[in-house]
């Protein structure tokens, strides 16, 4: 048995098992549904898109560099933030 942190992995609970151990059986049993079942890769499949579609970080920090420039007001009431 394969102890899993504090408890169970949600849906890895082996029936009628202690809480939070797992066979080499039922991981197995998991895995293969996992790389099996159509749902799971397409899920994947749109995670991997959203990622895609946000910007990187240079694309991030051009787009705030300039906003860096503008007069921020809590600049004069609270100097020690450093956000100069």
């Known amino acids: 048995m394969v102890r899993v942190g504090n408890g169970p992995a949600p849906g890895c ?13 039922r991981i197995r049993e998991r ?5 099996d079942e159509p749902a799971f890769r397409e899920g994947a499949g749109r995670l991997s898109e959203e990622l895609l ?15 860096r420039a503008l007069p921020f007001p809590l600049m004069a ?3 020690s933030l450093g956000l100069s």
């Open 53 to 67: 579609a946000q910007p990187v970080p240079g694309e991030v920090v051009r787009e705030l560099e300039p906003r």
């Open 77 to 79: 009431v609270i100097p």
């Open 13 to 25: 609970g082996s029936p009628g098992g202690e809480p939070g151990e797992l066979s080499g059986a």
């Open 31 to 35: 895995l293969v549904r996992l790389l």
